[in-house]
């Protein structure tokens, strides 16, 4: 599943901001920085605003305060 968080999920972009995006997949391991970092290596390929942030099922819960806001606020991309 894909979220759109931020100013674009809140329609505030403007030509400055980054698309943040929300991945969370169970394909991902326990080590969130190493799979940040390879995320943002295949988005740089697409877009460099695009700013991933990856999360496992199990991990993306109401006690985290980011899951918390993007569940609040994010908008789920098409397709998923």
Do not use: C
């Amino acid at each position: 599943m894909r979220l759109h968080r931020g100013s674009y999920a809140r329609k505030t972009q403007n030509k400055w901001s980054d698309i943040d995006l929300a991945i969370i997949s169970p394909d991902f391991s326990n080590d969130r920085f190493e799979e940040r970092v390879r995320l943002m290596k295949l988005a740089s390929s697409i877009d460099d605003r695009i700013e991933p942030v990856p999360f496992r099922p199990d991990n993306f819960s109401e006690d985290n305060p980011l899951a918390w806001e993007i569940k609040r606020h994010g908008i789920r991309v098409k397709g998923d």
